[in-house]
């Protein structure tokens, strides 16, 4: 059976992700390719997941079990790579997967915490790459914002993570759409890209 391919979507919280994985998601299906989402990090994925589920959304936890950002980029690539045989698995019996963040994710939001690029690259050096990326780039809708998310109450920070999306996004080539036209122009883009994958 043909191995079935990894894709990855990027962007900063708030810009559509989830909307727009779903759309590629069902486009794919009806071109007859067995496809799933997933959503990076895994929550319910032991030890990790669930650690770093209560330390984006809850401050006395995040008090508590304070870590640098070396240590925190640490369980996000350690839960990567707890999922990774699961992963494999599934591609190798020709699922493909849309991953909604992934590696990239980690490197924008260790960058924008003030972690070192070298360090990051390094934790996830082992981990399976993607066979190609796309980040949705623009401003995020504040319709989406999580009360008390770390990620998503600073505008500031938001900001800064949204330049170093675009930077990676060079420096790995992925391919990019712009996220703040209408959910149909959005789709259209991110499909237009997929058909010339696949």
Known sequence: MKKGKFIAIYG???????????ILVKYLQSKGIIISRLKYP???????????????????????????????????ADNRTRYEPELKKRLKAGEWIVAE???????????????????LEDINKNLMPVDFSILMHGERFNT??????RNE??????KICKNFHRLLAEKYNWKMVNANQNIKE????????INQFI
């Open 42 to 76: 895994i929550y319910d994925l032991e030890p990790e997941g669930p650690f770093i589920y209560k330390y984006l959304r809850d401050k006395k936890f995040r008090a508590e079990n304070e870590l640098t950002t070396d240590e925190l980029q640490q369980k996000y």
């Open 101 to 119: 963040d992934y590696i990239g994710t980690g490197i924008a939001w260790g960058l924008t915490w003030g972690g070192n690029l070298e360090y």
């Open 153 to 158: 109450m600073e505008e500031e920070r938001i």
């Open 186 to 193: 959005v789709e259209n883009e991110i499909v237009k890209i």
């Open 144 to 149: 989406a914002i999580e009360k008390d998310h």
């Open 12 to 22: 900063i919280n708030g810009i559509g992700k989830t909307t727009q994985v779903e």
